[in-house]
């Protein structure tokens, strides 16, 4: 994803090149703003933006930001994957949705506050995918005149009245606009000095690929005990939930074959053995929100402005609604049209 366009100073710099990174560099191209993306990793690929570990539901707002830019179309994976709730049966007791697990039905939903819907046929919810979402953004990014850099990480930045100036490594680049984009333990708002504020986590989740000798001991879909909560959505994906209070994800420790088993076994209540760990990576339901969005030329979207638990998608939805709103409001400012004002 490198373009050897090289430039001194651009209208913005994004430090990110995730789906709300992407978004943004695309909405801010659309009003022909210059952009440079900078993303850390070398390899933006990873199995744990690809199915299933990378599934996730977008919302009604999420699939008609997309279809306004011409974008769902070429989203396939819904195609192949079946929506949980499309086939629900009828009534006000219909599942519709979930938020981190907590199920909606429809005679709860009050769509007369949907007044800004679109007059479109555009579902309420479908599936996708991190790797699908990032792939799509970033072709229509460097489409549309985006230059993207992978593997240069921002570390510091200066800033000034007129603009900001990113010196990762041994480079230099300077932007009259540095947003963060960069998740959750976000360089770019540790750096601009702004406060994360929120509550700690009262769970350690963990997303795993395991061989497990005896499957049929452990129920599909997701189980709630008193302990915890595994979902197994497929053979040899599983998520775990542990009570711990975030213990084991704040310790740094490896998430070895023998701690994955002992936390299955103790939230399923079962004797289940794991012959392989393949893939295991931890999270936590902690919830922090920047206390302001902005801080002089420096703007935060996504999960480097807000973070919770990332069950149910909520987090990419919310943060693609960030970089649609913030889009057209930093291009009318960076080309000074209307009376627009950016506020923390």
């Known amino acids: 994803m490198n373009n050897d366009q090289n430039q001194s100073t651009y209208d913005a710099i994004i430090g990110g090149a995730g789906p709300v990174g992407l978004f943004l560099a695309c909405e801010l191209a659309l009003a022909k703003c210059s952009v440079l ?3 850390k990793a070398k390899n933006p690929h990873s199995p744990l933006k690809q199915l299933p570990f ?3 539901g977008l919302s009604a707002p999420t699939i008609e930001a997309l279809y306004r830019r011409g974008l769902l179309q070429e989203l396939e994976v819904h195609k ?5 709730h499309q086939n629900a049966g009828q009534g006000p007791r219909r599942q519709v949705g979930h938020f981190a697990g907590i ?5 709860d939903v009050d769509t007369s506050q949907w007044i800004n819907r679109l007059p479109s046929s555009t579902d309420t919810g479908l599936l996708s995918e991190m790797e699908e979402l990032e792939s799509v953004l970033a072709r229509r990014a460097e489409a549309l005149g985006v230059e993207i850099k992978c593997g240069v990480a921002i570390t510091d930045f200066q800033q000034s009245a ?5 010196q990762p490594d041994e480079q230099s680049f300077q932007s009259k606009w540095l947003v963060g984009c960069d998740g959750a333990r976000s360089v770019v708002r540790k750096a601009g000095g702004f406060e994360f504020a929120g509550t700690e986590p009262e769970f350690t989740g963990y997303s795993t690929k395991v061989d497990i000798a005896d499957a049929s001991m452990l129920r599909p879909g997701r189980n709630v005990t008193t302990r915890g909560m595994y979902l197994q959505s497929q053979p040899g994906y599983m998520v775990i939930q542990d009570f711990d209070g975030g213990a084991f994800h704040h310790s740094e420790k490896p998430s070895t074959l023998a701690h994955v088993q002992e936390v299955l076994r103790r939230i399923s209540n079962t004797d289940v053995t794991i012959d392989a760990l393949h893939i295991a990576t931890t999270w936590t339901d902690r919830a ?3 206390t302001t969005y902005r801080n002089g030329r420096v703007l935060l979207a996504g999960d480097a402005a807000h973070i919770h638990s990332p069950l149910g998608g909520q987090g990419l939805n919310l943060g693609l609604g960030d970089a649609m709103n913030l889009g057209w409001k930093l291009a009318a400012t960076i080309r000074e049209e209307g009376p627009v ?4």
């Open 37 to 39: 993306v900078l993303e």
């Open 54 to 56: 990378g599934i996730r």
């Open 80 to 84: 192949r994957l079946k929506y949980p």
């Open 103 to 107: 199920p909606f039905h429809d005679g």
């Open 162 to 166: 007129e603009g900001v100036i990113v």
């Open 288 to 290: 922090r929100q920047a």
């Open 341 to 344: 004002g950016l506020v923390g």
